[in-house]
């Protein structure tokens, strides 16, 4: 049934009782105690059992309306999306199954305006184009709008906002975005784009609607820099411009946020001018008449930068860049380092990035170059090496003033975390007087604690908690999450194979998806 261009449905829901439920629903309430500043809270858990460790689920995150866990999956030659809504509680709401009706792929998920959003791309020899299924959190009533893109192209980034939806990616190499407009029901190309090679770095929905493109990309005097593309809530191109690096500088990568009184804070990471590693943090405050200050920090010169190292390399490292600054060379200090956020803290900005190295395993040449089935992903084999994912060494925060003066910085230590995707780690949990620091990394809660430069609590850890405290979990290659919730709580999810002990002695394993409910305070 059509209406105003919309294909309106309903998932088929069922309520899930103690009764009837045939899946495995756990709830408890305990409190791990810590030595400490903090103590981690973990108030209740749910699991589904699963056949392997690979179930395939995932969970999103929908603030105090609760949560999604997602799986798609075949079924009679039909693509569908197994949805099941819980609450803040993690009790089930409702659960059911959305079928895919023109095949494709869901590439993208997120919640806006107590909605869930998923796009999906449907591409084959003759036909190239979008589908946004929107599916209501409390009724589970979903709409389904097609978008046509007029080109084919490599979706990266996907936004919705109450006039239309943003879809960015790249079309052999060159970046670009298309805006479809819910009022009449057309996509276009955002204009003032480029046709050249760049890079799509962020795009940052505005309060009003209106919305940033910001595009890392060579400047008429073939020097890498930040384009920032302004436009209002339908598309339209408002202003462009290009940040001014210094000579012999390359901006690399960028976030953004607009403040209260109108200015515009980039920040991101810089390099030397024909390097894809960067050799620090950029900051940028754009007043709105335009006028530009850069501010450049290297990081050798960050107070804490390399605290993740042992003590004796730190000193060494440390050492070795002042004899540098006394001898009047320059420090060569590279790295490969992610901006995740650049978010308000007590009238100041907090940027998180995290540091990490792909790494190689050297292999027999006579392999040549193929793909093969790796750990979460293809693993390349390529010119007599073999890809073995990312390695993190570490997390650093660095805290601004309003003008982009550096007021201290702080680091955690990451090194143990090997992926196959370039994902954010360390979470934030910001207070007044501290800042809380988190991740999960093989079934235990990492923790530290800071105030400002100070560590008020070094990195600590605890496990993540099961039904009996007898259980085990075993240890696997399963790449658990943990993700921002609400009001201070994170979700932490993924699988786990548990071994327990029947009543007989006699020892039980069972594979579920589990998601805990946490809490560092």
């Not at 409390?138 to 996907?158: D, H, L, V």
């Not at 990616?169 to 975005?177: E, I, T």
Request: proline share 3%; aromatic share 14%; net charge positive.
């Amino acid at each position: 049934m059509k209406k105003n261009g919309y294909a309106m449905y309903s998932i088929l829901t069922r309520l899930l009782s103690k009764n009837n439920n045939p899946f495995l629903l756990i709830l408890f309430l305990f409190t791990i105690p810590q030595k400490g500043y903090n103590q981690i809270e973990q108030a209740s858990r749910y699991e589904y059992p699963v056949a392997g460790i690979d179930a395939g689920f995932e969970v999103i995150p929908a603030g105090n309306s609760g949560l999604f866990t997602y799986r798609s999956f075949s079924f009679n030659q039909t693509q569908s999306v197994e949805l099941t809504k819980l609450d803040t509680a993690l009790s089930v709401n409702w659960s059911g199954f959305l079928p895919l009706e023109n095949g494709g792929e869901i590439i993208s998920k997120l919640i806006y305006k107590e909605k869930l959003h998923l796009l999906s791309r449907i591409r084959n020899k003759t036909e190239f184009f979008f589908e946004l299924y929107s599916i209501h959190i409390e009724s589970g009533n979903y709409s389904r709008i097609q978008i046509n893109p007029y080109i084919a192209f490599n979706p990266t980034e996907f936004k919705v906002t109450d006039y239309g939806v943003i879809i960015g990616g790249y079309f052999n190499s060159v970046p670009l975005a298309i805006f479809y407009d819910f009022q009449s029901q057309r996509s276009k190309i955002l204009p003032g784009l480029f046709n050249t090679a760049g890079d799509l770095t962020h795009i940052k929905i505005l309060e009003n609607g209106y919305f940033d493109v910001l595009i890392s990309a060579k400047n008429y005097m073939r020097q890498n820099t930040i384009w920032v593309k302004n436009y209002d809530q339908n598309g339209n191109l408002l202003i462009s411009y290009a940040l001014d690096p210094e000579d012999k500088k390359s901006l690399l990568f960028a976030r953004s946020l607009k403040t209260m009184n109108n200015t515009e804070i980039i920040a991101g990471v810089f390099g030397n001018k024909s390097s894809e590693y960067s050799k620090g943090i950029f900051i940028a405050a754009i007043d709105p008449s335009g006028l530009q200050k850069l501010r450049y920090y290297e990081y050798a010169d960050l107070e804490n930068f390399f605290q993740y190292m042992k003590a004796k390399r730190e000193h060494r490292v440390k050492n070795r860049i002042e004899r540098r600054k006394i001898k009047g060379k320059k420090n060569r200090i590279n790295y490969r380092f992610l901006i995740h956020e650049l978010v308000p803290y007590n009238d100041h900005y907090i940027l998180l990035g995290e540091a990490f190295y792909p790494k190689y395993r050297q292999v027999d040449r006579n392999y040549g170059n193929f793909f093969t089935s790796g750990y979460g992903a293809n693993t390349i084999i390529k010119d007599g090496r073999i890809f073995e994912g990312y390695h993190y060494t570490h997390a650093a925060i660095l805290c601004f003033d309003k003008t982009g003066k550096l007021l201290w910085d702080n680091s955690f230590e990451i090194n143990d975390v090997k992926t196959f995707t370039l994902e954010q780690y360390v979470k934030l949990e910001m207070n007044d007087d501290k800042i809380d620091l988190i991740y999960l990394y093989e079934n235990q809660i990492r923790t530290k604690v800071i105030q400002n430069e100070t560590v008020l609590e070094g990195k600590s850890t605890a496990p993540l908690q099961t039904l009996n405290e007898t259980d085990i979990i075993a240890k696997s290659k399963a790449n658990n999450s943990l993700e921002y919730w609400y009001g201070g709580y994170f979700v932490a999810f993924g699988t786990q194979q548990i071994e327990s002990m029947e009543s007989s002695g006699a020892p039980r394993k069972r594979n579920v998806f589990f998601i805990n409910k946490v809490r560092y305070n």
